[in-house]
DNA sequence: AAACAGGCCTAAA
DNA sequence: TTTAGGCCTGTT
């Protein structure tokens, strides 16, 4: 991936494996909206951004202050998903799943933020979370104006470990709030260490988050893969259960995918929620 | 109107 | 170790 970096913004000269509309449709993240023709405006770690179509470039132009070398790293960019995906394409049905997902990449969000969001997320649907989310970043994150607009920051596990799941029920989250407020308190003093984690091993990570009460298997392994950047996590949902059944009957183990097996379920849950049949 | 939605917890076998 | 029912809320 060639890209040239400037100030607060980042121009992708060969655009593979770099498609914007599966990067931020394909369910890892929440706070990425379509705005007008194929352009995307989100925050994420306490700056804005919009990506857009320049041409045949992709353009990232984030707000002021924003290094250039954060968009590598959340975006991903010197990751080489060509190969990731040579790699996961064992099967027929991968490589038609790998070859619909060609151009997602998975981001590197904020830990807290995708312990939070996917806890929101549980027997959710999508646009009931982005609401939720929208409500409790508006209310307790920090505001940042971005080409004419107020945008929030998602609120630190600080801030919400002060607040009492009353305080929280104006985002309408039902009884997630109380996993929220749990959670937040846990990474506040310390008790959860997600900057330890994401050095740990995966078995180690597993462990602590579901010390947590509202976090199980599905939504550790979301934190592990999209917030702690292990690839080789691997969440099961419904949609997930369904595939792999079809696909692979019982006995089916990630590790048949390697060490990139986190990005072979995110083909293959986009792929089957979006692309099969 | 009743079921369902990108789980998790608890109680009970 | 596995299974059933309940959980907030909004949508269909």
């Known amino acids: 991936m060639h890209y040239i970096m400037t100030n607060n913004q980042i121009e992708i000269i060969d655009a593979l494996d770099f498609d914007p509309v599966k990067i931020f449709e394909c369910g890892q993240c929440f706070r990425w909206n379509a705005d ?89 649907n999508i646009p009931r979370i982005k609401k939720i989310i929208e409500s409790l970043c508006l209310m307790f994150g920090e505001p940042i104006c971005f080409e004419g607009r107020t945008l929030h920051t998602f609120p630190s596990a600080d801030t919400l470990a002060g607040l009492s799941s009353r305080e929280l029920e104006p985002i309408r989250c039902g009884y997630r709030a109380e996993y929220i407020i749990g959670a937040a308190r846990a990474v506040s003093c310390g008790a959860l260490d997600l900057g330890a984690l994401a050095r740990s091993g995966y078995d180690e990570a597993l462990r602590a988050l579901k010390t947590l009460n509202g976090v199980g298997d599905k939504v550790a392994n979301c934190v592990i893969l999209f917030g702690l950047n292990m690839l080789g996590a691997f969440p099961i949902d419904v949609w997930m259960k369904k595939t792999l059944a079809k696909h692979y009957g019982d006995g089916f183990s990630p590790s048949v995918f390697g060490e990139y097996a986190g990005v072979a379920q995110q083909y293959m849950f986009f792929y089957a929620r979006f692309g099969e049949k």
């Open 36 to 124: 007008g023709e194929g352009v995307y405006t989100g925050v994420f770690r306490g700056h804005a951004a919009k990506v857009f179509h320049d041409g045949d470039r992709i353009c990232i132009r984030a707000s002021e202050g924003t290094a250039p070398e954060e968009l590598v790293d959340y975006f991903d960019l010197d990751r080489n998903y060509e190969e990731i995906r040579r790699s996961v394409a064992i099967d027929s049905h991968m490589r038609s799943a790998s070859d619909f997902g060609k151009g997602i990449r998975i981001l590197r969000q904020d830990p807290w933020e995708a312990l939070c969001s996917f806890i929101v997320s549980q027997c959710n």
